[in-house]
């Protein structure tokens, strides 16, 4: 199976400033047959359900803010928050969807306001 | 508006079976493969299995593998998960979630989900 492995397990930002999630796969996500990355992220509020925010590594999801950025390729992705807000507080999790045998999540990255 | 409705969450003993659903609405439920996904009490996401729309393909973790079952009545637009020698560490809130894009057997990323069900192992 492919191992995601997230960076920090936490960190706190303050208000408006720049909030950086590391997720890293243990073997490339990277398809060839359409060159694309096979990871998304999403962003979990206490008490809710997951919810998408970015897939193919940088590709927004219809109305997420446009201050969520996913970039990375091959193993090494980043989700970042350019400007955070009091209502980015939460848990953030990478997802890999190159191996459909065994779809994987990283252990998350709780982000809070300091 | 997309929903997706979670149930059969209950207290089981080790050993015992459960089955799971998740009734769907809002969507055209046969284009679409569903997943399910747990997370144990204060812990991470942990994907259990997918289905593809047409159910033909089925794919679990390594954790649950011959002990779970996953499956899908497109007529009635539900998703279910059969639940056998369940074990104190399948303790968690289970999760059914869509597929983004239609007609897809495989690569999947899911949105939305639904509120989830707990499943409870102990003796």
């Known amino acids: 199976d492919i191992v995601m492995t997230q960076s920090p397990d936490s960190l706190a930002v303050s208000l408006g400033e720049r909030a950086a999630i590391n997720c890293k796969s243990s073997?490339?996500?990277?398809?060839?047959?359409?060159?694309?990355?096979?990871l998304a992220w999403y962003q979990q509020k206490p008490g809710q359900p997951p919810k998408l925010l970015i897939y193919?590594?940088?590709t927004r999801e219809s109305g997420v803010p446009d201050r969520f950025i996913g970039s990375g390729s091959g193993t090494d992705f980043t989700l970042t928050i350019s400007s955070l807000q009091a209502e980015d507080v939460a848990v953030y999790y990478c997802?890999?969807?190159?191996?459909?045998?065994?779809?994987?999540f990283g252990g998350g990255t709780k982000v809070e306001i300091k | 508006e997309v929903q997706l409705l979670e149930s059969g969450g209950d207290l089981v003993q080790p050993g015992g079976s459960l089955r799971l659903s998740c009734a769907a609405s809002?969507?055209?439920?046969?284009?679409?493969?569903m997943t399910w996904v747990r997370q144990a009490p204060g812990k991470g996401l942990e994907w259990v299995s997918v289905?593809?729309?047409?159910?033909?393909?089925?794919y679990y973790a390594d954790s649950v593998k011959g002990r779970f079952t996953i499956s899908r009545d497109n007529s009635k637009n539900t998703l279910y998960l059969q639940m056998n020698s369940l074990r104190a560490e399948d303790t968690a809130l289970y999760y059914c979630?869509?597929?983004?894009?239609?007609?897809?057997?495989?690569?999947?990323?899911?949105?939305?989900w639904g509120q989830g069900t707990l499943v409870t192992v102990s003796s």
């Open positions: 809002g969507f055209t439920f046969s284009n679409y493969a």
């Open positions: 289905i593809s729309y047409s159910g033909s393909r089925t």
């Open positions: 073997q490339s996500v990277l398809y060839s047959s359409n060159n694309k990355n096979h």
């Open positions: 979630a869509k597929d983004k894009i239609e007609y897809r057997d495989s690569h999947n990323w899911f949105d939305p």
């Open positions: 193919w590594a940088s």
């Open positions: 997802q890999q969807y190159y191996s459909s045998l065994a779809l994987t």
